[in-house]
């Protein structure tokens, strides 16, 4: 393959796995996890996965790979297990899981949304005889014990349609004194893809939860 290769982490195992892009010259072209293959080169597991991988991480017995990928502007955490190319989905919600490290099959992932820097949390599930999982997640972290005191903008997310009939994910920050039938400013933020959806970031530059905070309604669609 002539795109990027990327990360690359070994099993204890010995196993060799790390993220690709296929295509030559296309920096956001999909992030697929590659497999090495000593007799027919490598296997991509995540070839049918309709997503790109955002980062990835061994279990203990080097059965399962635990990945984080980006759906529906949010950062979500996945296990694939090796052997089938079987892919499950670990979390839901308007949140992003922006790292993980992971303890034999027990995760700890830093979490964050657009009005909550990151914390870290410990994810644990559960699988029964018939494959579902069921998840339990524990914040571990308070980095910023007086967070919860503030006075934070509320986010609403929404679904648009486009001109060309597809559906666009739009994130809105309102201000916290902010009342039915008033008016205010508003920032239009526009930012994205191809090479990264407008997802629930927490950002120390382009920081919208600050932006709302200072009376503008903040605009940011995908």
């Not at 597991?45 to 635990?66: A, M, Q």
């Not at 597809?166 to 004194?177: A, C, E, Q, R």
């Amino acid at each position: 393959l002539k795109g990027y290769d990327l990360h690359p982490q070994f099993s204890s195992q010995g196993n060799l796995a790390w993220m690709n892009m296929e295509r030559a010259g296309f920096e956001a072209d999909k992030v697929n996890i590659l497999l090495l293959d000593g007799n027919n080169g490598y296997r991509n597991l995540t070839e049918k996965f309709y997503y790109s991988v955002d980062d990835f991480r061994w279990n203990g017995e080097g059965t399962r790979i635990y990945f984080i990928a980006t759906i529906e502007a949010t950062k979500q955490l996945f296990m694939l297990e090796v052997k089938s190319s079987r892919i499950t989905q670990l979390t839901v919600g308007d949140h992003d899981y922006t790292s993980l490290a992971v303890f034999n099959d027990r995760i700890v992932a830093t979490r964050t949304t657009l009005i909550h820097p990151a914390d870290l949390f410990m994810i644990d599930y559960t699988q029964n005889k018939a494959g579902k999982v069921f998840t339990s997640i524990t914040q571990v972290t308070t980095a910023n014990p007086f967070w919860d005191k503030l006075d934070l903008p509320t986010v609403e997310k929404h679904w648009v349609e486009t001109t060309d009939g597809k559906k666009m994910l739009v994130w809105t920050l309102i201000p916290s004194n902010a009342k039915v039938g008033e008016e205010f400013p508003a920032l239009l933020y526009c930012q994205g893809r191809p090479q990264s959806a407008v997802s629930q970031f927490f950002s120390y530059r382009w920081n919208l939860c600050l932006m709302a905070s200072q009376g503008y309604v903040v605009v940011a669609p995908n």
